[in-house]
């Protein structure tokens, strides 16, 4: 069974352009989660998605934001970018995450990393 | 109340040492308690989990030891090898919330000394 993929692993851009990463859940896998890990520092939660839906963010500001695809893929959009965001963005992916069977284990993708210049 | 508190930073272990390490929570209604292991470079993945009816968990050489009453976990590596180098997060969560999402500790970074 393929794990989650994200894409690009690498993507370099400069202050004030726009960034877009790309997530594939595991297979039947509804919850998609994306994180920011800047460089040796822990997981901040950026946004949550279910079933097409936002179901929850972090605090993160307006210019970070994503949408899920009716696949369950997602795409995480920051725009006028800054040097601190320049970090590893991670996705990751869980069993419905509303469903009295989730087991609410999230399984990560490999990450994108975002050099902001 | 969202928190979860993990120590040490950092670790250096002898090859063969116990390597342990601490987490500490708030909110009691926590009720899903996993380790993730995270090498440079990758995503962090699932070492072992544990549900707070259990007092511990054991796979191999890693053990989580849970105590539900002083709200705290800990990840035993027992037998630590070099390739137990990496960074460590405990996590915190509680199932079938509208809010669901994993609180993670802010990690500790592990180096096991050949």
């Known amino acids: 069974e393929a794990g989650v993929t994200q894409s690009p692993t690498h993507l370099i851009k400069t202050r004030g352009q726009q960034a877009t990463l790309r997530c594939s859940p595991i297979s039947g896998h509804t919850s998609v989660y994306w994180y920011q890990q800047a460089l040796g520092l822990g997981l901040q939660f950026l946004l949550w998605y279910d079933e097409g839906e936002e179901r929850n963010r972090g605090n993160f500001p307006p210019r970070f934001s994503g949408r899920q695809f009716p696949n369950y893929s997602s795409e995480l959009n920051v725009n006028a970018l800054e040097l601190e965001d320049s970090a590893l963005y991670l996705c990751?992916?869980?069993?419905?995450?509303?469903?009295?069977?989730?087991?609410?284990?999230?399984?990560f993708g490999p990450g994108t990393r975002l050099t902001v210049l | 109340q969202q928190q979860v508190k993990q120590s040490p930073q950092s670790l250096i272990v002898q090859k063969g040492g116990i390597s342990i390490i601490n987490c500490a929570y708030e909110n009691t209604a926590f009720d899903y308690f996993p380790w993730y292991q995270q090498f440079p470079g990758k995503g962090p993945a699932l070492l072992i989990a544990i549900r707070p009816d259990v007092s511990e968990k054991k796979e191999g050489r890693f053990t989580i030891s849970f105590n539900k009453s002083a709200k705290q976990f800990s990840l035993h590596i027992m037998d630590s090898q070099p390739g137990d180098s990496a960074t460590y997060f405990c996590?915190?969560?509680?199932?079938?919330?509208?809010?669901?999402?994993?609180?993670f500790g802010s990690g500790t970074r592990l180096s096991i000394r050949p």
């Open positions: 990751a992916s869980s069993y419905p995450g509303l469903a009295v069977t989730s087991t609410d284990t999230q399984y």
């Open positions: 996590a915190a969560s509680k199932r079938y919330s509208s809010a669901s999402k994993i609180i």
